[in-house]
């Protein structure tokens, strides 16, 4: 049976998120720290660009450097991959890194449901995100809206809800979805 296929128009697929890992060698660090640095400079140049994130080798990045940016949509993103700009940062690690760059890429909202763990093929069934990001979400504003309320109480609506909804953003983005994630994995990913 052949997957469902859903078209969209370009641009309001969401934004793209981007992770790369690499192998830095052995007393190259400082090198490549001043590499990222420059290169995160360098895209935050680029129209549509969103941020980026450095996560340091550890045991949980498989002693690997991971790099995740984001751009708002997938025609930014590709604008800033096929650049020349970038493509001279990418020549100038060849000392630097070891083998290849292993390269990951999400859209919406699979970003919530990216695990390190799982390869990069394998992406959660939208049904099982929708399903799970339902409750999580409804059970998120409850919370966050009721522990807020003496803080929000004499806002206008406009204001407090908008308080609201950033708090359960960045709480849902490094708190509560990475650990959902992966108490649900072999559901999500079965």
């Not at 290169?39 to 790099?67: C, K, M, W």
């Not at 339902?134 to 998120?140: H, P, S």
Request: charged residues 20%; negative net charge.
């Amino acid at each position: 049976m052949a997957a469902a296929v859903t078209e969209i128009t370009p641009g309001s697929e969401g934004p793209v998120t981007v992770s790369v890992a690499r192998r830095v060698r052995p007393g190259c660090e400082a090198e490549y720290e001043r590499w990222v640095s420059g290169i995160v400079h360098a895209a935050g140049a680029f129209s549509g660009h969103l941020g980026a994130y450095v996560l340091r080798p550890s045991a949980q990045t498989d002693n690997e450097y991971v790099l995740i940016y984001r751009f708002d949509t997938y025609a930014h993103c590709r604008a800033w991959e096929q650049s020349a700009e970038r493509r001279q940062w990418i020549e100038a690690l060849d000392d630097i890194v070891e083998g290849e760059a292993a390269i990951k890429r999400v859209t919406g909202l699979e970003f919530w449901f990216d695990l390190p763990e799982v390869p990069a093929a394998a992406q959660p069934s939208p049904h099982k995100m929708a399903l799970t990001l339902t409750v999580v979400v409804y059970l998120m504003l409850s919370i966050v809206k009721w522990a807020l309320s003496p803080v929000t109480a004499g806002l206008p609506g406009p204001v407090a809800l908008f308080i609201v909804v950033a708090v359960q953003v960045v709480l849902l983005t490094y708190v509560v979805m990475p650990r959902v994630t992966r108490l649900l994995k072999g559901w999500l990913y079965g």
